[in-house]
């Protein structure tokens, strides 16, 4: 009925690729040793990574894919590209960005969001990572904020002290995947103390078709420091499938504060199968705020390890799963420590045949006293053909932990359709309010620019509810 | 031209079942038409068919707003055309504030466009986008002006500000929703406006502000059609128009009189007396 006021809002926004002729590199399709190894060549890296990547793939080969989550069969190895690079070239200014992918970025609105309210921004586009800038005044404080691959030159030390402890390759078949041919992603480290008021911003974008990307993120905040970093990724619609597949991990020293927002639109091709996981020291805080929208499959549970008394963890996520798409999504938080607290929202909607899981462990170890922890899980579901399931495990061992647990499927009633209609709402924007209303505790976390984004992103997604 | 809403032989059913069996009425803008009848006899189907309701289906008759049938138009569609209900149950819409859905409402029917990257609409939620249901001539309103007018007709209906950024009737008592029906009226000001039993839960000072609101409202500018089930708030909204609804059907329609006459005989000699007619 009023499907067509929707339509100013323009979903081919992310619908639009590159030529990849001219690239740099472009790895022929599968995986073997000889990429492994071609990719640490090219990148010039020491040895014990190149050693690090070859254990890495020699675990990925003997894990098997996992039984458990989503559809993992159709996934053709063979068929990706594991390694594609348009230039090796990072730019610290846009005007040093090879001009078609300056554009990319410019239609994504990168450049601008830099500009208005970001303290940092990295940029991957396939493989590598192509632009990177960091406010003058944060460097100045000591704060790192580049790619990974130049951090490894760059600092080795640190690097080579965090990276790989908090996820490690034999953790599971994509994080070996990962730990194999990882390229790009962000690089933070925040000094003792310093807070940092502005979000970091790292966007990634795959291009190309049956692109796989492997990007690999490492924050360390040090002690009493603050951060928070948001990540973006889209992808143009193709109809065979890629993969992102990336890891990141997270240091939370004592007293510091990060925070990490993801709002991925993926195109509806890419299996989207990710790591991500946290420490927690003593009273330091851990956020992870993850929508997730798009992919044909998505299996990512971020987790929080809790290792430090009254250290916080919080888990706060969306999923939206439309046609043909699977979003197998949720949480881990594991408390060792005394007085440790953690909290897990989620919210998934589920519409036209698409299914959302929550997946969700909650682990008090012995030991950890009073602890205290809250999980929550709503589901909303847009009609009877789609589905939505909650796997919710707790292995509770102290007595004295205060665990709740709700969890709520609802659909969206005629009576409250009826109800915005009567006050002149047309039934897609009531649908869409209802909608809105439902993700607004995950929303109103955001900046305001994303919340816009993310709300425009729903809109357009129930825009083909209404026939 | 005053607008008129003119109910014609109307005959509708929920789920098979008769409910109007026959139903005349005219109500134009600027008159108080109060419905009243007992329990059961199809005051809320009325209210709930004139604004469009999906589950009630109209088998027979028609209604017409300054002389086009509205049936089969959706809900939203009968809002521009200047109906709105004051609902009997208002539902509970989480995570919407009020403030912003009077916005999104208020554009929707006075057909205010506004453009997706409005810097007005906080968070974006509920923005409504919709062209001018008129095409031309739509009012537009910036979002200070809004909220003045929304700060005023908070005050008019005696509801705290606070109210406003609060989730649409999520936690609200049941007075509460009605006065925020009220203040929806206010803000929306339809032509024609029916109110399914906004007095009752009500207490007698909440009863009193109501009618004091709707009699400021309806002077030369808003149709009412009040459907009631008790004439405690007739002491305060004077009704030109008052009509005795009984099984589906106008049993009776008068002056204020008639209903002075139910408060005196109650609604079991309207029962007794309708059962030669109703036959």
Known sequence: ?467 | MPTTLEIKDLHVSIESKQILKGVNLKVAQGEIHAVMGPNGSGKSTLANTLMGHPKYKVDSGDILVNGESIIGMSPDLRARKGLFLAFQYPLEISGVPLAQFLRSAYRAVKGGEDKANSPAVKGGVGKANSPSPTGVGGEMISALAFKKKLEEKLKEVEMDPAFSKRYLNEGFSGGEKKRAEILQMAILEPAIAIMDETDSGLDIDAIRKVAEVVSSMAGPKMGVLLITHYQRILQYLKPQFVHIMVDGRIFQSGGIELAQLLEEKGYEWIEKEAVPTAS
């Not at chain 1, 390694?83 to 730019?91: E, F, N, V, W």
Request: some cysteine.
């Open chain 1, 1 to 467: 009925m009023a499907t067509k006021q929707v339509l100013d809002i323009d979903y081919t926004k992310y619908n639009f690729h590159d030529t990849d002729e001219n690239y740099e590199y472009k790895f022929p399709k599968g995986l073997t040793r000889e990429v492994v190894e071609q990719i640490s060549k090219i990148k010039n890296e020491p040895e014990w990574m190149l050693q690090f990547r070859l254990r890495s793939y020699e675990h990925y080969l003997k894990r098997p894919i996992p039984t458990w989550g989503g559809e993992l069969t159709t996934l053709n190895f063979d068929d990706m590209l594991y390694y594609a690079s348009p230039t090796q070239k990072k730019s610290r200014s846009w005007d040093d960005v090879p001009s078609y992918i300056k554009d990319t970025f410019d239609k994504l609105g990168i450049p601008e969001a830099e500009r208005k309210f970001l303290g940092g921004v990295g940029a991957q586009y396939e493989s590598e990572v192509v632009y990177h800038s960091l406010r003058e005044d944060l460097a100045k404080k000591g704060v790192l904020f580049t790619d990974t691959d130049t951090a490894l030159k760059e600092y080795p030390e640190i690097f080579k002290k965090h990276f790989g402890t908090v996820v490690p390759p034999e953790d599971n078949k994509f994080a070996a995947l990962n730990s194999a041919v990882w390229s790009g992603g962000s690089f933070i480290y925040i000094p003792e103390g310093v807070s940092v008021d502005v979000p970091l911003q790292a966007y990634f974008r795959i291009n190309t078709q049956n692109m796989g990307q492997f990007e690999r993120t490492l924050i360390i905040a040090d002690k009493n420091s603050r951060i928070h970093y948001i990540e973006g990724c889209t992808a143009p619609v193709y109809s065979t499938d890629s993969l992102h597949s990336a890891v990141v991990e997270i240091i939370a020293k004592p007293g510091a504060h990060v925070r990490y927002t993801t709002i991925q639109n993926w195109s509806n091709d890419v299996y989207n199968l990710v790591t991500k996981r946290a420490y927690a020291y003593a009273d330091a805080t851990v956020e992870w705020v993850d929508g997730n929208l798009g992919s044909k499959l998505t299996m990512k549970y971020p987790s929080i390890y809790l290792l430090g008394p009254r250290a916080k963890g919080e888990i706060l996520s969306v999923a939206f799963a439309g046609k043909n798409q699977h979003q197998d999504a949720g949480g881990k938080v594991v408390h060792l420590a005394p007085f440790t607290t953690s909290r897990i929202t989620s919210k998934s909607i589920s519409k036209d045949g698409g299914r959302s899981t929550y997946r969700g462990l909650l682990h008090v170890a012995k030991g950890a006293k009073g602890v205290k922890s809250t999980v929550r899980c709503d589901a909303l579901l847009m009609d009877e053909y789609s589905r939505t399931d909650t796997y919710p495990y707790n292995e509770i061992n102290e007595d004295d932990a205060t665990i709740t647990h709700e969890a709520t499927v609802g659909k969206i009633g005629e009576d409250q359709l009826f109800y915005l209609m009567s006050r002149g709402l047309s039934e897609q924007d009531a649908l869409s309010m209802i909608v809105m209303g439902f993700m607004e505790p995950f929303t109103k976390e955001l900046p305001m620019e994303y919340a816009i984004e993310l709300n425009r992103l729903i809109q357009m997604e129930m825009a083909g509810s209404v026939g």
